[in-house]
């Protein structure tokens, strides 16, 4: 997730990797540092709060908020987790909704090389598809939906999405507006 603002990671006593922001995601490939059985992470946060060469946000370089600043704080701010990622992966993926044409355009991060299908299915029935074999590093490809459904306020219409990419799977979701 996030680490207020330097975190260097130890997976078994050995260093992981080092980060430096509080306001960016970060991850490691711990593969080559994991034991079978029992394994130990550590994250080490480390944050100057008064030093001015750290960005602070609405932070109070104070100790207690002080006028429209908030009180500090620091540390691992958004959730450490450890998640299985096969050797070829989806790494990112984008949405661009088009409603006068009823389509979704998707642009795709992979890493490695591997057949990728995309189902998209509105209140679980099938709204669209796509398949490509073989592809890698980046994928833009676009989506005819066979039914509008708009996002709107107080009506959240959302497509769920269904990716894979050799071993790798991810279920998301969009709304379809401008």
Known sequence: ???????????????????KGGYSSFRFDITDLLVAGENTVIVNAVDDVRSTLVPRGKQCEELHSRGCDYTRTTG???????????ESFIQNIKYYPNIANSTITIEADFCGCADFKCNIYF???????????QVSGKHIFTVQLTETHLWTI?????YDVELSFGDDYVQSYFGLRQ
Do not use: C, M, R
């Open 123 to 133: 209140d679980k029935v099938a709204a669209g598809s796509y398949f490509a074999p």
């Open 76 to 86: 691992i701010w958004q959730t450490v987790w450890l998640e299985f990622i096969p």
């Open 1 to 19: 997730g996030a680490v207020d603002y330097e975190a260097t990671v130890y997976v078994n006593g050995k260093k992981a990797g080092y980060h």
């Open 154 to 158: 107080g009506q959240g219409n959302l």
